[in-house]
């Protein structure tokens, strides 16, 4: 095998290793080490309250993904298109459509960290929502938002300033 051979076969085999690889869905490595760092409460309320159902990195197991590319997407999917245990459970799309008025998304958009909030506070953990303190609520969406990606200040979003971090642009 020939110098230019060679070349074109580990340049070959570089990409394809690269196209090969698996990203995996949710928080990226980077956002999750920060949101752990900048999060601490949050990461572990997350831990014990949201990743049974929304997975380690927020990239849904049995609940929709809440964290990287595919999570807090401004307006809800249609659930009927979801591979989720949850959509599929007959209980579940019941008592859903027990709560929601015909016509009317699963939930509000989400375009803000109150936005999040509120969501989060009514609806989550879904079995027993509502039964964390405010401050608990308040630490899981800095750790949801810091490892999701967004923009979140220094000091870390409360009601002051909630409703001026952004989500999704």
């Not at 060679?6 to 956002?31: E, F, H, I, K």
């Not at 979140?152 to 300033?161: Q, R």
């Amino acid at each position: 095998m020939n110098l230019g051979s060679l070349c074109r076969t580990t340049l070959l085999l570089g990409t394809l290793a690269t196209a090969c690889s698996v990203t995996p869905r949710g928080a990226n490595d980077v956002n999750l080490a920060i949101a752990r760092d900048k999060a601490t409460q949050g990461a572990k309320v997350y831990e014990r309250d949201c990743a049974s159902c929304h997975g380690q990195r927020g990239e849904g197991v049995t609940a929709p993904p809440i964290m990287g590319s595919d999570g807090l997407p401004m307006y809800p999917s249609d659930p009927s298109q979801s591979t989720l245990a949850a959509n599929t459970d007959p209980a579940e799309q019941q008592l859903r459509q027990q709560l929601n008025p015909g016509g009317m998304p699963s939930r509000p958009p989400f375009k803000t960290a109150q936005d999040l909030y509120e969501y989060t506070r009514q609806k989550m953990p879904s079995k027993r929502a509502g039964t964390l303190s405010t401050e608990d609520y308040w630490a899981v969406v800095n750790f949801m938002l810091v490892a999701h990606g967004a923009k979140v200040p220094d000091k870390g979003i409360d009601t002051g300033n909630a409703r001026e971090v952004v989500i999704n642009q």
